[in-house]
């Protein structure tokens, strides 16, 4: 998959804040960080000698076990179950808590080394602003970490919908495909009755069908080339069934862009074999097919046109048989809103015109 830049950027800041092999790199990088604010406070150095590193190391430790008391026990226990004002009330407490239990340290462990000529209410102000500086840190880390569920949840529901999606389109697929071939195999019955050297041709014809269907229509994608090849086949065993059948497929497209396009299997077959259906002339009279293919700006154009006798009636849109309503579910499914299918029905032509995306 071909990312922009933006996305990628954008994909890879959402991986690294909810994939589980940059865990370890997510919280030292937290832990970097967040050292390096209490390290910019100024309580710590009113300490003298090295045991203002240990009062810095005191309230670190202190500060990131709040931290990650708050990130493992009280968001997801609390936050995550809507027992907002439960969850409100433990983070006060675990502050105030927190407050206290380093004041006590300061007096228990540190008092004799501290400073004489710091005035106290400065080392008070210090304390505070080193303190109140993680509150908001505190507070983002429940910001992170429901953005986290927010992504985690996105992702299951995204993957459901593409699970759903696959499998209706391969039901869709599944029952266009015996659709196809139950008529064809009618055509083959037909014709042993009425002249079985025909039939065998078809037969011959019919095994080419089946090896399409057996390795094409399996893929997601397949060559618009093979496609085109696929209808030929099918419209030339027609005119080998019925003597007054013409057709002709005319792609105006440069090679170069005709072999490298690539669409889903079996996407015109129905729109072929109803035009097949509806070109019979009752009459026995002269009826066609014209199928014509373009490509201009990244748009593919299908367009296929057949004669319509004036007995034989088709039926509307909406009432237009299995095939035709699942193909145009599978329009929906495989191109949302990005597709164009319109559908003329005239006294003596039937018209499918289609646009899609390449």
Not at 1 to 30: A, C, I
Not at 36 to 46: D, P, T, V
């Amino acid at each position: 998959m071909k990312y922009s830049p933006w996305k990628f950027e954008e994909t890879f800041v959402m991986d690294f804040l909810v994939e589980g092999k940059y865990r370890f790199r997510r919280h030292l990088l937290f832990l970097i960080f967040f050292f390096l604010l209490i390290y910019s406070a100024r309580f710590w150095h009113w300490y003298s000698g090295i045991y203002q590193y240990y009062v810095l190391f005191f309230v670190y430790t202190v500060l990131i076990t709040m931290v990650y008391i708050n990130i493992y026990v009280l968001v997801p226990r609390f936050f995550f179950k809507t027992k907002y004002v439960t969850y409100l009330v433990l983070l006060v407490l675990m502050g105030v808590l927190g407050l206290n239990f380093i004041g006590y340290g300061f007096k228990l462990f540190f008092e004799e080394f501290r400073i004489k000529n710091i005035l106290r209410e400065n080392e008070k102000g210090g304390i505070y602003e080193g303190v109140l500086m993680c509150i908001p840190i505190i507070m983002t880390t429940t910001t992170v970490k429901l953005l986290q569920k927010w992504i985690s949840d996105n992702k299951r529901i995204n993957e459901l919908s593409n699970l759903t999606l696959n499998m209706e389109l391969n039901e869709l697929r599944n029952q266009i495909n015996p659709h196809f071939l139950f008529n064809m195999l009618n055509n083959v019955k037909a014709l042993i009755r009425t002249d079985p050297a025909k039939a065998s041709v078809v037969i011959v014809k019919l095994s080419e069908f089946l090896r399409y269907q057996l390795y094409e229509n399996s893929e997601e994608k397949t060559l618009l080339t093979s496609e085109i090849d696929f209808l030929s086949n099918f419209l030339n065993l027609e005119k080998i069934r019925r003597d007054n059948f013409l057709f002709d497929i005319h792609a105006d497209v440069d090679k170069r862009v005709l072999n490298s396009t690539f669409i889903p299997p079996n996407l015109f077959t129905t729109f072929v074999e109803n035009a097949v259906k509806h070109s019979v002339d009752i009459s026995g009279g002269e009826s066609y097919v014209k199928i014509e293919i373009n490509i201009e700006n990244k748009q593919l154009y299908f367009r296929c046109v057949n004669s319509r006798s004036s007995g034989y009636a088709v039926s509307d849109k909406k009432n237009s048989g299995l095939g035709l309503a699942n193909i145009t579910r599978r329009l929906e499914l495989l191109y949302s809103d990005t597709f164009d299918l319109q559908i003329e029905s005239g006294d003596k032509e039937y018209i499918v015109n289609l646009k899609i995306p390449v």
